[in-house]
Every structure is written in structure tokens, then in C-alpha cells.
């Protein structure tokens, strides 16, 4: 029997529910009933934001906006429909999907680009893009966890420093992972003789080891090969966290400190240097939105594809997906895809010099004239200077971030500038010179 839902709410008793459940209601009349100008308001607020962008030096995004023929390649997917109705790229990239409303070539195709530049072998690539350097992180760290436990039985202990991003934290977290302390060098990168010690002091369980391939504040570089050499005859999987270095790095002289592998100049093999990464695509190449490169071997996928399909019920999808995110943004994809042809890539290789060439300047004009600031570049590679905290006057205008330090066991605040593509003289000495004013 068919029951409207007014008769059956009358039935049940619960008619006068229906005056006090419909959504307007739960809203609340003031809620809904704005006057027109407060959203004016609002939209008015946001207006000078174009204008201040630019000013932005303490946290590593590019504020550049990305090139005319971006905005162009917009239109021509929304001319096939993206981002006008549902797409969807759930399940894998590289397997076929019967709901053909996704942009899987399109990500495939970038993450073979990316996987190339990474020095990945054409034939064993696996990825996808992700929704942000955090959730690349979630990947590799669940694949890690995953490949690690079926291959000894025992979930491994994760390995990082205390410079790692805080996103470590809260996935060693939700992976219920323990986490074994590494400590730091003077530069902020990981000390290699305390990883080993750890190793020692841990050696029933496998590793799995973050190594931050330039960390958040102090833009420092863990060394793979250091790693490695200590990881030799132990269980082990390796993950870089490459949000913002991973993204440059490729386009400069420190190219090959990214590649996936190299030769073995004993044996004339190659050998495999890490087992996944993950880069923001939010950071160094100015994408307008939060997305991230998850990239692995294809190897390293299908072991771990075996042990998901054992967890999870695929029937559904007609596929095992791999990802932990069932639903994926398809439009995010499609767009990225803009920032892997060759174009781009040349652009990617110019913003890179300047940025580093801009670093250099920063550091030397902060030495010449602010030295009692103490700033620190922590190695060639990095775009960050950190130094002792300035004026908050200062601090707001540039939205420096800034923290506490351990020095001579006392916490001293600093701040940090992270010289991003649209961070150029003209923007850096007008910070230079307001370092230099009295302010509050
Ligand atoms: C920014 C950053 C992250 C987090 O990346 P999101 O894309 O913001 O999620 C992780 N690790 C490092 C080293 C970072 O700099």
C-alpha cells in the first residue's frame, strides 16, 4: 500500500513535525532572510584580494595566476561537460571504468608525465591525483602500512622527525602507527646516525620511513641515501613527502635528487630509491585549487591492490579501486593535466631559477642589513629563509608564519619567507624595507 508522506507522518502521529521539519524551518527564518546587502557585503570584502596576493611570503603557495591558455583549456572541458554536470573518477586511473563520465586519460596521462620527470620506468608507474600533498601522504603511508604488514605479519612502526609536516602526525594517527622519534641534524633534516639507532632499538618490526624532501618551516632535505644505507637488509618501505620542493626541484641542478632510481655504478643495474611520493599541486605550480601527485611503482600497486581486494567488497564498482577515497574529483585532473606539457614545463623550469635566484638575494640583502635577525637558508635547494620574528605589524602584512624554535634548549620565535614564483625584487625589497621601519 502506497502512503503519501503527509498521511503517513498524520498515522504515526507526527503531523506536527511537518511545520517544524522543512529545511527553511531548521534554518530559521533569520538565517534565510538576510537583506540582500550583507552578501554584498561579503562579495565587497573579498574584492581587494586580487590586489593583495602577491604579498603573501609566508606560506608556500604561488600566487601567481596561471597562464591565459589555462583559463582557455577551462572552457574547452567545460565544452565536454566538465564541470557542468556530475563527472566522477572513482576507481582506478589506469583500469577501465564502465561509467564513462570521468577524466581518467587525462590523469593517466599526467601521472605518466610526472612519473617521467620523477625518473619512474615508463613500464612501472602507478598513481593518481589526490586531493591534496596530505592525502598523497594518506596513500603512501597506507600502502606502506599495507605492503609492509602482508609481507612480515607485523604492522611496521613509521619512522620521521619532528620537522616533518603535522599531517605525519595526524596519519600515523588514524593508521594507529607508532612513531618512532628520529631526531634532527642542525639544518632540520634527519639526523642518519639516530636512524640508526632507532632501527637498531626496533628491529621486530618492519620500517616505514618518511623521509621530507624539504620540511615545512625550515625547508631542510632528508637524505635518501642516508636512509637507505641504514634501511640495507631491514623490511622496509621508504616515502617521500615532497609537497613543496617535489614540485621545482626536477627543473634545477638538484634534479636528480628526486629520481625514483639510478644506476648502480657496481652491478650497472638500476636501483630504486624510494617507494612513493607525494607533491602539492597547490604549492610550487600556482594550480588554483588543493590537489596532489601520488606516484608509485606499478609494482609496488598491484602487491598492495591484493591485499585491499582482500579488505574490501569491489563487486560494486566492477573494479578494485586502490584509492582510499571512493568518489574522486574528476574535473581537478583534466585541469592539472595543463601543467604537464612541454610549455609547462619550460615555465616550471624558469619560475624554478627565479625563485632560487630570489632566495639567494633575500638571504644576502636580510645578512647585509638585518643580521641581528640571524636568517638561516638551511641548504641550496631551498626557497625558505627563517629567521627571528619581526614586528607583527610585519608578521600580518606579508601573513608571515611564524613559530617557536628550540635554541640553546629555549623556545625563540621566529618566522619564516618562502620565496614562491610571484615573490619577485619588487615585492621582496618592499618587505625588506618594512623589516627595516619601527613598527609595532
Ligand atoms: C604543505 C605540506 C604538506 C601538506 O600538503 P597539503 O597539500 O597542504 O595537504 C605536507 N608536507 C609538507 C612538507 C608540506 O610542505
Redesign the pocket.
Known amino acids: 500500500m502506497l502512503m503519501n508522506r503527509r498521511k503517513f507522518l498524520g498515522l504515526t502521529g507526527a503531523s506536527a513535525l511537518v511545520a517544524t521539519c522543512t529545511p527553511s524551518a531548521a534554518l530559521g527564518q533569520s538565517l534565510l532572510n538576510r537583506p540582500q546587502e550583507t552578501f554584498a557585503a561579503m562579495l565587497k570584502n573579498m574584492q581587494g584580494l586580487p590586489q593583495q596576493k602577491n604579498m603573501l611570503l609566508g606560506y ?1 603557495i604561488n600566487m601567481t595566476a596561471p597562464p591565459e591558455e589555462f583559463f582557455a583549456w577551462r572552457k574547452e572541458l567545460f565544452a565536454v561537460g566538465l564541470n557542468q554536470f556530475s563527472f566522477n573518477n572513482v576507481g582506478n586511473p589506469y583500469a577501465h571504468s564502465h561509467v564513462p563520465f570521468n577524466s581518467h586519460l587525462f590523469e593517466r596521462e599526467l601521472i605518466n608525465r610526472f612519473g617521467a620527470v620523477y625518473g619512474f620506468s615508463p613500464d612501472n608507474i602507478w598513481g593518481f591525483l589526490s586531493n ?4 598523497s ?1 594518506m596513500h603512501g603511508l597506507y600502502m606502506g602500512r599495507t605492503l609492509l604488514k602482508s609481507q612480515t605479519g607485523v604492522i611496521p612502526k613509521i619512522y620521521f622527525t619532528r620537522e ?2 603535522y ?1 605525519i602526525q595526524i596519519l600515523t594517527d588514524l593508521l594507529n602507527l607508532e612513531w618512532v622519534v628520529v631526531s634532527t641534524a642542525r639544518d632540520g633534516s634527519m639526523d642518519i646516525d639516530d636512524l640508526e639507532r632507532q632501527l637498531k632499538a626496533n628491529a621486530n618490526h618492519p620500517a616505514l620511513v618518511v623521509a ?1 624532501i ?3 618551516f625550515k625547508g631542510a632535505v632528508d637524505s635518501i641515501e642516508g636512509i637507505q644505507a641504514k634501511l640495507k637488509g631491514r623490511t622496509a618501505y621508504l616515502h617521500l ?1 615532497a ?2 620542493f617535489g614540485g621545482y626541484l626536477p627543473h634545477t641542478q638538484f634534479a636528480t635528487e628526486l629520481l625514483h632510481e639510478i644506476s648502480d655504478e657496481g652491478t650497472g643495474g638500476k636501483v630504486k630509491r624510494y617507494d612513493s611520493i607525494a607533491v ?1 599541486c ?2 610550487f605550480f600556482g594550480f588554483p585549487a ?1 590537489a ?1 601527485l601520488f606516484i608509485t611503482t606499478r609494482a609496488n600497486f598491484e602487491t598492495f591492490l591484493t591485499q585491499f581486494g582482500k579488505i574490501h567488497d569491489p563487486d560494486y564498482i566492477l573494479q578494485i579501486p586502490g584509492t582510499i577515497t571512493c568518489s574522486r574529483d574528476a574535473v581537478k585532473p583534466a585541469e592539472f593535466y595543463f601543467f604537464s606539457s612541454e610549455a609547462a614545463f619550460s615555465k616550471q623550469a624558469a619560475d624554478a631559477k627565479s625563485m632560487l635566484d630570489n632566495t639567494t638575494y633575500l638571504l644576502k640583502e636580510m645578512m647585509a642589513h638585518y643580521s641581528y635577525l640571524q636568517p638561516v637558508r638551511a641548504n641550496h635547494q631551498s626557497n625558505t629563509i627563517y629567521f627571528r620574528k619581526p614586528s607583527d605589524t610585519v608578521v600580518n602584512r606579508y601573513s608571515l608564519a611564524a613559530m617557536g624554535i628550540e635554541v640553546d634548549r629555549k623556545r625563540v620565535p621566529y618566522a619564516h619567507v618562502v620565496v614562491m614564483p610571484h615573490a619577485n625584487k619588487k615585492i621582496l625589497d618592499r618587505f625588506l624595507t618594512d623589516l627595516g621601519k619601527k613598527e609595532g
Open positions: 608556500p591534496s600533498g596530505t592525502d601522504n616533518a609536516h599531517s621530507t624539504g620540511t615545512t613527502d609537497a613543496l602539492s597547490h604549492k588543493p596532489g
